[in-house]
């Protein structure tokens, strides 16, 4: 499939069309006014969105297209807040921009580094990409779910995701914090980890939902804002 | 009378006896001072419990076996003290029914200090929970215990800057080895230390939200408005629950201030408050730990206990633990107790003994019977669950105990998650799973420990299915002993029925699969003392379960020998006892399967011994035997535990599997002339 170049106002409102539908918590990037009706043209000429019942509506190339750009503003939401350690107003405006470098492969790049991330900060799916099925052991990662480190990998929780939130209160409870350290010890037949003192048994399953930026000689000496810090609203102006 | 009158005032007034009104505001003469314990699972709670009270509690590594809540007293110079046990808890915010229940005696009950006992190595993971306790404006001293492993680990606790950044009472402990006991004692009968002024302090949104929700709490909660609101912020339905039944009226403005302070964050905001929990911790725990020197090199327990999970090592290990249990259970239990017992003690001298007084004193032989029969109260109820099961449950208990309070059966959990996956279990399932060995019935009591409905079901439906119990297992060991081809088909047909049927269940029942999660806790040298009062413990509740079903079966038996009930079900057992090729006898050990699993075992035993089974017959027996329906006791229990419909579709679904298997293996032996 030739690389579509559409312009940033056409990839926002193809977002906007997908987040509409996600009906999630997150609100969509600005788009500017004055270019919306280019854009819109745009969008309609290269057929990836239709007029239906006098609403636009994704065609399903621009079903595949949208889930594109929501990938990678999702994933700059992340590298963005697990390395950069941006928080509020400053990491959500950044991503808006960000995510229109992050073209075809370099996503895939990030999505790697990030440790192949299932969510964005806020909590909503990150469209997994062709990356996220090899599960190859990749070299250079930065952040990665404790699933995939190798025994004796030392680093940090940077977050902990799963769809149960029981799981999540348990695991908050037994100490798997944000910042807490970790060792790997084994693989097998579960997964075995020191956190502090202690020593922790999870299944794989569990494992996936904890994961652990990865120490490294060359990991920032000042303290990281929590990723959860709160979310001030990026918000253009109504209407 | 009067003097039992007098007794009892006497006692109300020592503070031997409470009043009985649990509402009394604080402690009098006619109310003892009570004393909870409060802990996440593995800090030796129990260990303390029975340092200061000296009578016994269930001492347990696993999370989740202390469910049961253990009360003693306390003598403390001329103070009398209620000492309360609770299970263990990592929160406040209950998630599990252990901790719902450590919640309530939290809550509930008037306390006069609540002892938060912690792990000294673990000390900046399990502070958050002392904030919790704070925040809850509860009485409390922190009891830091184990503090031989910390310092092993080259870990020094300054417990008095403990004390100073709390604000609370600080001792530290080693509650196994008797250290720091007379200074725990010493603050536990101390009156309650004034209350703590530490608050943990949160994000603006959540401090806002917090004030905001304070303010319309007016009600008894027996909790702090700061304690009720921050669960309220956490969605805690407890704490919604008990807002709901005080102020009622409040409750949409207190749902409107917590969801616009979550709209402030991504996550629940479990995470915010657990994370600014655990940064007031960690810089509690700097001030309060200090690396005294490097850690100590490893002890055999460490290097034991590194092993023991290993992936090749651990799984090697397993065998050795396999053949301590059948030495203990089979050699020891079956072999020397039992033929002592059984042969000696009842064969030789009580059976005849009692025989001979009874006819004498009933000289009508269907009431002798009732007695001292073939199927007698005496000589056969007694008997078997005195001279036969008991010995076998009592070794086999006494290496439950062994195993658990080494720490070894977490391990074992992480070792066996990943096969109990397949089978729709999680890794805890091992718990149940081994325990049954022991006993079935008291294991589907412990399914409890098991995260879902779905889990516990499987379990419930393996243990009756093909765990054989010790009673079975003795006798099984103890007739297949000689022939280890026999042994070898009889464990395999067994096990592959266990992990087919789980396989079919996991991919039958509707449902997510269950997690696995736990805590690793060290390998420790188990002290004999718990070990020996938590086998007493056990064989208190099997012989309270055990022995009147025993006496209940006999009397059944001889009911239905007098009506001629029992011959008639009998032959109506033969012609299916017939199709998997055993004895006409073999029939009434079924029946008495039904009435006491074990007991059918011991059926089979004394059958066999007086020649009546052999080879191939005797296999398929004890296949049969092991699978088939559960033991009244374990029906019973089931169905309180499970309800009778899920009850009643295991026993609906064991009967027909346990013949067809046993017909099958028949054909098989037969027909493959297999000679045993």
Redesign the interface.
Known sequence: MPEPGLSEAAEELLAGLWLARENGPEPPCPVDEASRPAAVRELVEAGLVEEREGLPSLTPAGEAEASAVVRRERLAERLLADVLALGDQLASEAACRFEHLLRRGIDDRICTLLGHPRVCPHGSPIPPGACCQVGAEEAGKVVSSLADLTPGQRGVIAYVHSRRREMLHRLLAMGALPGAPVLLRQRFPSYVFDLGQGQIAVDQETARDIYVRLSDERASTRPRRAWFAPRLRRRRGRG | MTARALEFVRDLLTGRRGCGCDTCPVASPLRPRKLLLFGSPNVGKSVVFNQLTGSYAVVSNYPGTTVEVARGRARLGDLWLEVVDSPGA??L?P?SEDEQVAQRLLLEEPLDLVLHVVDA??L??ML?LTLQLLEARLPLALDVNIIDEAER?G?RVDSQALSRSLGVPVVATAAARGVGLERLRAVVSEPAPAMSTFTVEY???IESAIGQIAKLLSGDYRNSPRALALLLLQRDHGARARLLRTQPEVAAEVDRIVAAAES?????L???I??SR?QAADRIARRALEQAGPPARATLAEVLGRLS???VAG?AMLPAVLLLIYLVVGRLGAGVMVDYLDKGLFGRHLNPALTGFVSQLLPWPTWAALFVGEYGLLTLGLRYALAIILPLVAAFFLTFAVLEDSGYL?RL???????F?RIGL??RAIIPMVLGLGCDTMATVVTRVLGSRRERLIATFLLALAIPCSAQLGVILGLLSGHPLGLIIWAGVVLSVLLTSGFLAARLLPG??P??????PPLRLPSPRNVLLKTYSRLKWYAAEVIPLFLLASVLIWVGEVTRLFPLLVAALRPLVGAIGLPAQAADAFLFGFLRRDYGAARIFDISSGGGLSGPALLVAMVTITLFIPCLAQFLVMQKERGLRAALAVGAIILPLAFGVGFALNLLLVGLRVQI
């Open positions: 990592y929160s915010a998630l190595k673990h900046a993971r958050p680990a870990l994000p603006p949104p402030e964050y991504a996550q629940p479990a995470f915010p657990a994370l655990q999970i290993h992936p799984i977490p959990a992480l070792l066996a998650d990943r096969l996956k999680s890794g997510e699969r997690r696995f999660y736990l805590e690793v």
